[in-house]
């Protein structure tokens, strides 16, 4: 059983909509993350945050616009996609800066996007 | 540049055979190193990983990981493969100069495991 929640697991969506995809936590952990992942390919980080402040954009279109209202959940809203943004999106969490932070993720089941 | 490489994109291996699924890496200053199992329409999780201390880690499944420094390997290993084993492995490392927020994973090996 995964520690970390994402909803939901399947949206589809058109180019022209709006949704949200929403992660959640209760380990404790100061670090959030989201990643993109492609059939059969590593995930690709996307977004970090720690202690609810976000650290590291990898350069992300702005379609993609991430929120972390609090240090239990993460949010990523979607607006104005493309097809090639079909893909799985991770949720992961980990011990943030002093709190020891050996550095291995803890991730969700994953939202299965597909955009139309 | 720090990296990871995995060699295999495939294992395959019989039900009760010993696994082995090969991990190299390229990092600056001491390795921070993992391994993570993807199920089919899973996340990932953790096995098991490598901070500093014994060679050999032993992690989650009856899991084990071989840090071997000199060759910059870390292979994963079973003793005893099972069906439930069959699935796609990343070998991991965690990018210190970003505070450790990165962590660049290899291409993936998949595993299967033939009863």
């Known amino acids: 059983d995964t520690e970390v929640t994402q909803t939901p697991k399947h949206l589809v969506m058109g180019m022209t909509n709006k949704k949200s995809l929403k992660c959640e936590q209760h380990?404790?952990?100061?670090?959030m993350y989201w990643y993109k992942q492609k059939a059969k390919k590593p995930p690709e980080l996307m977004f970090v945050y720690s202690y609810e402040k976000l650290s590291i954009n990898e350069s992300v279109p702005s379609r993609f616009s991430p929120e972390c209202p609090n240090s239990s959940l993460l949010n990523l809203h979607l607006h104005a996609l493309q097809p090639e943004d079909s893909a799985l999106y991770l949720c992961a969490s980990s011990q943030g800066p002093g709190q020891g932070n050996t550095g291995e993720l803890f991730f969700g089941e994953g939202s299965r996007l597909t955009v139309l | 540049a720090q990296s990871v490489a995995q060699p295999e994109d495939q294992v395959n291996v019989a039900e009760g055979n010993p696994l082995t699924v090969k991990c190299t890496y390229s990092?600056?200053?001491?390795?921070?190193l993992f391994w993570y199992v993807q199920y089919p329409n899973r996340g990932l999780q953790f096995l098991l990983k490598y901070i500093t201390g014994d060679n050999l880690v032993k992690g989650s499944y009856g899991f084990e990981a071989e840090f071997n420094k000199s060759q910059t390997s870390f292979h994963l290993k079973k003793p005893s493969a099972l069906v439930s084993d069959s699935a796609l492995y990343f070998c991991?490392?965690?990018?210190?100069?970003?505070?450790?927020?990165?962590?660049?994973f290899g291409a993936g090996t998949r595993l299967f495991v033939k009863a």
């Open positions: 991991a490392v965690r990018d210190i100069r970003t505070g450790g927020f990165k962590t660049i």
């Open positions: 380990m404790g952990h100061r670090a």
């Open positions: 990092v600056s200053g001491n390795p921070y």
